[in-house]
């Protein structure tokens, strides 16, 4: 027992120090691995994307991969191409009517104000001094196109791991001469491909399905900027809770600052709030199945923890990069406890290696 004791306490030390230092790369060295990880998963979608072509009846068989990969990226690329030029039409005419939202917005505010007996809300007024909808839209505006312009550097990464995906195996190979450990690499590998490509394939069609609901009411309401929006709710889908609030709430303040009456904010609440919670929590979960085995509890811990490491492209990165973790810890037995408390139900699929 005396042997032991200080190889526990060693162990722990190790451990903490490993985290320590772990914590401190993703911190520092964020700057490089954003656009990398962002890239690793663009990557897993375009293979999803060309097996999903693979596997059409009679269309897929009779075409090669390599030709359905392709077709994958010129999807993705049209894809990029579109929501380029969308920000870029949309956020100059979102400039030109912020001042007219601003008025909206001071005039619904007083109009609050007298409703509620206030004669000269003086809280409300300096509280609508520092709300300036000229100042967040500038910023929302620049923070989409620094993100626009980092989706260079992250096409340069997916253009060189496609490129390189055809010698993966060949790498393996010489990197674990042992069968044994080849295998254990290769189940490895293939459980984290597999569970990415299906979570980033099932959460693309559900964003897919929000967006163009969320677009067609907004249209049918009469918001501005129906298509921004719709595309906005689109990526918002895939922060987990926080942005299907957003999703509902973003659209929400454009209609209370754009209409003088109370119907339209309400159709477009109530419609978004509907269109969240089906898909959410009806639609996706059917689609998802058991393939993500995480604890809800953990997925909002994760979004936080990797939201305050990483910002908003932890937020969007959570769920995968947990999802990854949990694949790893599970795979040695020393880390499968903490697997087991990640997962959603304790089940884990392989057996801990030593």
Avoid: C
Wanted: hydrophobic fraction near 55%; glycine fraction near 8%; proline fraction near 5%.
């Amino acid at each position: 027992m005396a042997d032991t004791a200080p190889a526990r306490i060693g162990a722990l030390t190790g451990g903490a120090l490993l985290t320590a230092l772990t914590v401190y790369f993703l911190v520092e060295g964020r700057e490089l691995l954003i656009p990398i990880t962002v890239a690793v998963v663009i990557w897993y979608l375009l293979n999803a994307l060309a097996n999903f072509i693979d596997r059409i009846p009679r269309i897929g068989e009779r075409i090669p991969h390599w030709l359905t990969l392709l077709g994958a990226v010129v999807i993705v690329v049209i894809a990029i191409a579109l929501f380029v030029e969308l920000i870029s039409d949309n956020i100059t005419q979102v400039r030109a009517a912020a001042p007219a939202y601003q008025e909206n917005f001071e005039k619904l505010v007083q109009r609050l104000s007298e409703l509620a007996g206030f004669t000269t809300p003086p809280d409300i007024t300096r509280v609508l001094e520092e709300i300036n909808v000229r100042t967040l839209v500038g910023a929302l505006a620049s923070t989409v196109a620094n993100f626009a312009g980092s989706l260079g550097i992250v096409l340069v990464y997916v253009l060189f791991l496609l490129i390189e995906q055809g010698s993966f195996e060949k790498k393996i190979n010489a990197l674990f001469p042992d069968a044994g450990k080849r295998e254990e690499v290769r189940d490895l590998l293939h459980r984290m491909q597999q569970q990415i490509q299906s979570y980033v394939a099932i959460k693309t069609l559900a964003s897919v399905m929000t967006g163009l609901i969320s677009y067609a009411i907004l249209v049918i309401v009469g918001v501005d900027f129906a298509a921004f929006w719709g595309f906005i709710i689109f990526l918002l889908n895939y922060i987990p809770t926080i942005g299907s609030l957003l999703g509902i709430l973003l659209p929400t303040l454009l209609a209370i600052v754009q209409f003088a009456s109370p119907a339209p904010v309400l159709a477009v609440l109530i419609g978004g709030g509907a269109t969240q919670f089906v898909i959410g929590n009806i639609v996706e979960p059917k689609l998802m199945g058991t393939s993500l085995n995480i604890s809800p509890l953990v997925v909002l811990i994760s979004l936080a923890v990797w939201g305050s490491i990483w910002g908003l492209a932890g937020m969007f990165l959570s769920v995968p990069l947990t999802m990854i973790a949990m694949i790893v810890f599970s795979h040695f037995r020393p880390t499968r406890p903490i697997a087991i408390l990640l997962s959603g139900n304790g089940e884990i699929e392989t057996k801990p290696k030593t």
